[in-house]
């Protein structure tokens, strides 16, 4: 799940069309041990993902909702100049991470794994074939009776990706770097986990206290109401 060097519609349409360029480089992708983007084939993810879809109504409270939306906006305004496609996704990232009878995420860690991922570019292409803001790999549509052109669009790309994060981090005792490496598909490999963590300290705010420290060196999230 690293970000792509293709960046725009075009590129996006030409790999889903599967042209032979394409779909020689995904197969050198998933055969290759070493160009795997993630273990997002784990099979114990199918339910988690398949309920995150499901689940897809927003249970923001509305007054932490506008002092999420009055934190970051000013912060995603570096990376995307239209107000209305970064309300949407600060808005989905928000529902998603405190989705009621989940465990909740870090709303400031998914954030810096979308910039670290494609730099909050829902059109990116990675070489293993992920997509979209946070990097998905193509066969999880298929799996979820949805069509893979709906991993560029916004919603269901945080639902999906965040429901992976959330199993990594169970899976890994709330252990970050070890699970954003499995996230990655890059375990033993510190490069990724470091980026994502430093980034973390850009967008953490005041949802994410209680989750523990988000610095590179100690990255493990506090349970709720545990010290």
């Known amino acids: 799940m690293r970000r792509s060097s293709s960046?725009?519609?075009?590129?996006?349409?030409?790999?889903?069309?599967?042209?032979?360029?394409?779909?020689?480089?995904?197969?050198?992708?998933?055969l290759c041990p070493q160009a795997r983007a993630d273990r997002q084939r784990d099979p114990a993810l199918g339910p988690v993902v398949q309920r995150a879809i499901v689940q897809a109504q927003c249970f923001a409270d509305r007054?932490?909702?506008?002092?999420?939306?009055?934190?970051?906006?000013?912060r995603l305004a570096r990376f995307i100049h239209d107000p209305a496609?970064?309300?949407?996704?600060?808005?989905?990232?928000?529902?998603?991470?405190?989705?009621?009878?989940?465990?909740?995420?870090?709303?400031?860690?998914?954030?810096?794994?979308?910039?670290?991922?494609?730099?909050?570019?829902?059109?990116?292409?990675?070489?293993?074939?992920?997509?979209?803001?946070?990097?998905?790999?193509?066969?999880?549509?298929?799996?979820?009776?949805?069509?893979?052109?709906?991993?560029?669009?916004?919603?269901?790309n945080i639902r999906m990706g965040c429901a992976i994060l959330r199993f990594y981090l169970q899976h890994a005792h709330d252990d970050v770097r070890l699970a954003l490496e499995e996230y990655n598909g890059s375990v033993g490999r510190p490069q990724y986990p470091d980026r994502v963590l430093t980034d973390w300290e850009t967008w953490a705010g005041a949802d994410d206290l209680g989750f523990g420290s988000s610095s590179a060196g100690s990255a493990r999230l506090a349970r709720p109401g545990a010290r």
């Open 63 to 74: 007054f932490d909702a506008d002092v999420w939306y009055t934190m970051m906006e000013p």
């Open 85 to 156: 496609r970064r309300l949407k996704i600060l808005k989905q990232v928000y529902c998603v991470t405190h989705q009621p009878g989940e465990s909740r995420l870090p709303p400031g860690l998914v954030m810096a794994v979308m910039e670290v991922e494609s730099g909050f570019n829902r059109w990116a292409v990675s070489s293993s074939g992920a997509v979209g803001l946070m990097q998905v790999m193509p066969y999880w549509p298929v799996r979820l009776g949805m069509k893979r052109y709906e991993l560029v669009h916004v919603l269901p």
């Open 7 to 30: 960046s725009g519609p075009a590129s996006a349409v030409r790999a889903f069309r599967g042209g032979t360029g394409a779909l020689a480089a995904l197969l050198l992708a998933l």
